[in-house]
């Protein structure tokens, strides 16, 4: 199956979903390469409040996730960027990522989501940790779950923004562990009211302050990790004493062999008697 468009075609990969009001699609991308996701609106009479809205929220320049909508068969097709690849929640699920990965994860997120200027609906609908498509080098994809365009476009996206870092940070809200973390997470009602922009300034500040002290290894104090802790750092300076002790022992056991080698008298071997009979040195 493919769907024209005016200059070029999206050849169907995939059928995702087939209802009475709309069909989704997968589809190879001829623009941009790899892969698109298509709704396939069938309802004429949400054509044009839905066309004007989409005029007015997006602009394709910045906004690049969106690619384009147009008129297909009596069907209005919006056409978004997706993206194969591990989801943040089998991410999370697999990998026991450690929370300087963590916090790098969430800030490329945030960061993504700032620069692409996302606007409120489509941010309310990728900020969801089975939309969000990490790589091994960390790079940050979104996909887009739109069925729900059609009906209803009312959202507050910011509270998607802390759910979200409220399951990457789950570990540490539990113990209340690292402080900067915690405050930040106490002053979250305040950030709430915040645009994504002041949120991620404010993010990016309490990361550095945990960066720069080496987040990462601040865990709960208990005693047995004190203990744990003390014997890994005592056996680190036994090792290098012993290294030092043996290699010095290699130094003076070769030393004294030179000496022994070299004071050694080089003279014939002397012999007195050869079993039962002696030797007379005098004949």
Request: aromatic letters at 12%.
């Amino acid at each position: 199956m493919v769907i024209y468009t005016y200059g070029h075609e999206y050849t169907v990969s995939s059928v995702q979903k087939t209802t009475g009001e709309y069909d989704c699609y997968i589809c190879d991308d001829p623009v941009n390469g790899g892969f698109c996701r298509i709704i396939s609106i069938k309802n004429k009479m949400l054509f044009p409040e839905l066309v004007r809205w989409l005029s007015e929220t997006v602009n394709p320049s910045v906004f690049t996730d969106y690619i384009e909508h147009f008129i297909y068969k009596d069907t209005l097709c919006i056409v978004m960027r997706f993206t194969q690849g591990v989801r943040l929640s089998e991410k999370l699920d697999m990998e026991a990522m450690p929370l300087a990965e963590r916090l790098e994860l969430c800030r490329r997120i945030l960061e993504r989501v700032v620069l692409l200027d996302i606007p409120g609906y489509f941010l309310d609908r990728c900020l969801d940790e089975s939309s969000i498509i990490v790589s091994n080098d960390l790079t940050v994809s979104f996909n887009y779950a739109i069925d729900d365009i059609s009906s209803t476009r009312e959202c507050d996206p910011m509270r998607k923004v802390e759910r979200l870092m409220r399951i990457m940070f789950a570990r540490e809200l539990e113990r209340k562990v690292p402080d900067e973390l915690i405050a930040f997470f106490n002053e979250m009602p305040e950030l709430m009211k915040t645009d994504i922009i002041e949120f991620y300034s404010r993010y990016y500040m309490m990361m550095s302050k945990l960066t720069e002290r080496d987040a990462g290894s601040e865990e709960p104090k208990s005693i047995w990790f004190r203990i744990w802790n003390r014997l890994k750092k005592l056996w680190s300076v036994i090792k290098r004493v012993v290294m030092f002790l043996l290699l010095a022992a290699a130094v003076v056991y070769l030393v004294f062999t030179i000496n022994t080698s070299g004071s050694s008298n080089k003279k014939s071997p002397n012999f007195d008697r050869i079993g039962t009979v002696i030797i007379d040195k005098n004949r």
